[in-house]
């Protein structure tokens, strides 16, 4: 009796985990209906850049581009689309069998995991069929360029005067600073004992702004500015005659002797977020590029202002940091996909640039770049809040460099030395050592983000700007502040009431 009772048993288990199995086995139920396909009645191919790529960008690169791709599946180009994430490989897209896609599947919800996921918007029946048409005749390259809607922008708020760009001229004599879309100089001057009394002294002050005479808004006023829109990078050259500044599309290169524009060049797909000169003045490089997008990278010349060369696809997202070599042979850059990367630049314009090596280890955007004078090493900064100092030669990271408590948003080598100024999100800026690591000094007084910073070659001054508009002008040997400046159109007035106090008859 017992015997049946444990071979029963032991049926019993024997036939549930069979059931298990099978239904283990069994795919998942997706539980969301597919979508249905079209007839597109279309009289010619898919055209990937025109028809396949405003619906990744739409629906998928929220999560698969820049400096965000979950599963390792870039979509941000051709090619990568074709190379697959770091799960199917090649599976996501077999050319010309939208059947065995998982892009295709997942897309039109007939495959779990389904892409969007549950909580975005999902594709409607048009796009669907675009994509299995576009994988069904070979998910071809593009073969048309993307003429995108032309962005037109006007002059910024008036409670918009972030200081996003400051450059100090080499002498430490003046300093530059934009201010909304408007560029002002604030210079050193002599104070005569007669004005004062006792010895004549000196004192940082507000001397003139930058205005392009050409520059109209878009509906043909006059815009008494530098220009139309935020004013995002500027750097002054070596011998502190030519001053550059970048904003949405364009650049201006401005004649520091006369104090005006001796020319604008336009045609960059969005903003120009960094300028950087090589040492021996002749050359800028610029950087930016629109979000998700290849980053922009430019050469010029800095006499024509001809460009001398560009890097193609150096970066995958938007390009925040740029600096030369002291030879002025390489240049390093850095951006929003969270790399370093190095190129050789060619030795006559109009030639390419050619890819030496990259530097990975930041977890966020990577938004300044620079070498030490003996080109050795490279110091950068990241919006992970972290400052990192790598060799060149063996490609590594040397160290971390921790204080800051938000995203470092700018570094600026100090003349032809190992120290270094990074600026933060979290209102402060410091100097370091990039030999050694160390924190030399920080300079207080911010009141605001800091976007940033920059320094004389001798590294006596110090100047920052950040959110609430005001340049601040330090002295770099003890970090006292030395001017906290604005233009005279924002300083407060004096002996003005305040609104609860009577006037003064």
Same mark, same amino acid.
């Given at each position: ?41 279309? /009289? =010619?191919?898919?055209? %990937? ?23 390792? %599946? ?29 892009? %295709? ?14 909580? =975005? ?6 796009? *669907? ?60 001057? /002599? ?23 050409? &520059? ?14 935020? *004013? ?10 030519? &001053?550059?500044?970048?904003?949405? /599309? ?9 104090? =005006? ?31 998700? =997008? ?71 955007? *990577? ?24 060799? %060149? ?28 100024? /990074? ?26 983000? *800091? ?55």
């Amino acid at each position: 009796m017992r015997r049946i009772v444990a071979f029963s048993l032991a049926l019993a288990l024997l036939v549930a985990a069979s059931n298990a199995q099978e239904k283990k086995d069994e795919p998942k139920k997706n539980p969301f209906p597919p979508i249905p396909t079209v007839d597109l009645k279309l /009289t =010619e191919p898919v055209e %990937y850049n025109t028809d396949i790529v405003p619906i990744f960008e739409n629906k998928c690169f929220v999560c698969h581009s820049g400096s965000v791709t979950e599963g390792k %599946y870039d979509m941000s180009s051709h090619g990568s689309v074709l190379k697959g994430g770091k799960k199917r490989g090649d599976k996501v897209i077999v050319p010309g069998k939208s059947a065995e896609s998982f892009l %295709y599947l997942s897309c039109s919800r007939q495959t779990t995991p389904i892409m969007p996921p549950k909580s =975005e918007e999902p594709l409607n029946s048009k796009e *669907v069929s675009l994509i299995k048409l576009w994988i069904d005749q070979g998910a071809k390259a593009p073969t048309k360029t993307r003429i995108k809607d032309k962005v037109v922008v006007n002059l910024p708020p008036a409670l918009v005067k972030p200081v996003r760009a400051v450059a100090v001229a080499p002498d430490g004599k003046s300093v530059a600073a934009s201010r909304g879309n408007q560029v002002h100089l604030f210079e050193l001057k /002599t104070i005569p004992a007669v004005v004062k009394g006792g010895k004549d002294t000196t004192e940082w002050n507000y001397s003139k702004s930058l205005f392009d005479p050409q &520059l109209k808004t878009p509906d043909g006023k006059p815009a008494k500015a530098a220009h139309i829109s935020l *004013v995002e990078s500027m750097a002054f050259s070596p011998d502190g005659k030519t &001053l550059v500044t970048g904003s949405f /599309t364009e650049l201006t290169i401005w004649d520091m002797t006369k104090g =005006e524009p001796k020319q604008r060049i336009a045609g960059f797909v969005d903003r120009v977020c960094c300028i950087a000169f090589s040492v021996d003045g002749k050359k800028f490089a610029t950087g930016g590029g629109a979000p998700t =997008e290849d980053g922009e990278i430019k050469v010029f010349d800095t006499d024509t202002g001809k460009p001398f060369a560009e890097v193609k696809a150096g970066h995958s997202d938007t390009v925040f940091g740029a600096a030369f070599s002291p030879d002025g042979k390489l240049l390093a850059t850095c951006g929003a996909d969270k790399f370093v990367k190095v190129f050789e630049l060619p030795t006559e314009a109009g030639k390419p640039t050619k890819f030496v090596k990259s530097f990975e280890g930041h977890t966020h955007h *990577v938004m300044g770049v620079g070498w030490t004078p003996d080109g050795k090493k490279l110091a950068s900064c990241g919006a992970d809040n972290f400052v990192k100092v790598w060799d %060149y030669e063996k490609g590594e990271k040397i160290r971390d460099m921790q204080g800051h408590q938000k995203q470092v948003t700018s570094l600026a080598f100090v003349g032809k030395t190992a120290q270094f100024l /990074t600026g933060s999100g979290d209102n402060s800026v410091r100097m370091w050592n990039a030999d050694n690591g160390g924190n030399v000094r920080s300079f207080q007084g911010a009141a605001d983000f *800091v976007y940033a910073v920059s320094a004389s070659a001798d590294g006596a001054i110090v100047a920052s700007g950040c959110e609430d508009g005001v340049l601040r002008v330090y002295n770099g040997t003890n970090g006292t502040l030395l001017k906290a400046g604005l233009p005279p159109d924002a300083e407060p007035k004096k002996d003005e009431p305040k609104k609860d106090e009577p006037k003064k008859k």
